[in-house]
């Protein structure tokens, strides 16, 4: 053996050469996409107001908007005024309702039946309405927050005439019935209420 035929034996085989089309170089770029299929059904979306309705307000999940109250107009003239809201309470305990569901609130000055249970102390006037067990009677604007189921609406003048549509406004959402014993044109100019 000579050293020509060592070299040729030691040496890699050849591997062939794949011929390319001559000026072709791959290029990146679009590759087909899958092909369409039939089209999905749509998914069907939740309304959030019936017709005629305002759209819903946003809040906590599972927590519906309060209802409207339902507001019932009792015509009164100054002088009968506090005659008027003492039926209308009489009237809501002979159809059932729970004493303790029941708010009266003036919007001048305190009803005789406050200024008699504030001379106990603001501490059991006050308790009197955390137990929840009596007509409670408040005066507008209030120290605190006020609602019950029930309320009656006293409008017996305004100490702050400038603020007598907002009085009335908290007044008109303190409970989920509410009757209005006064000068009801006034009421609706001041409040809109049908």
Wanted: aromatic residues 4%; contains cysteine.
């Amino acid at each position: 053996m000579t050293a020509e035929n060592t070299a040729d034996a030691t040496s890699a085989p050849e591997t062939p050469s794949v011929p390319r089309p001559s000026g072709a170089v791959p290029k990146p770029g679009p590759r087909p996409g899958p092909k369409p299929g039939p089209p999905k059904p749509a998914v069907p979306r939740q309304a959030t107001a019936t017709a005629g309705s305002a759209p819903a307000k946003p809040g906590k999940p599972g927590k519906p908007a309060p209802a409207a109250p339902r507001v019932t107009l009792i015509p009164a003239t100054e002088d009968n005024v506090f005659d008027a809201a003492d039926d209308a309470v009489d009237a809501l305990l002979e159809a059932g309702t729970e004493p303790g569901s029941i708010l009266v609130l003036t919007t001048g000055g305190p009803h005789p039946w406050q200024q008699h249970e504030e001379t106990f102390g603001a501490a059991q006037y006050w308790r009197q309405y955390d137990e929840g067990k009596d007509v409670f009677y408040a005066s507008l604007p209030a120290s605190r927050p006020l609602r019950r189921a029930a309320v009656v609406v006293v409008v017996n003048g305004f100490a702050d005439p400038d603020n007598a549509a907002q009085v009335l406004t908290a007044a008109l959402t303190a409970g989920a019935s509410v009757t209005v014993c006064g000068d009801i044109e006034r009421v609706r100019a001041l409040t809109g209420v049908a």
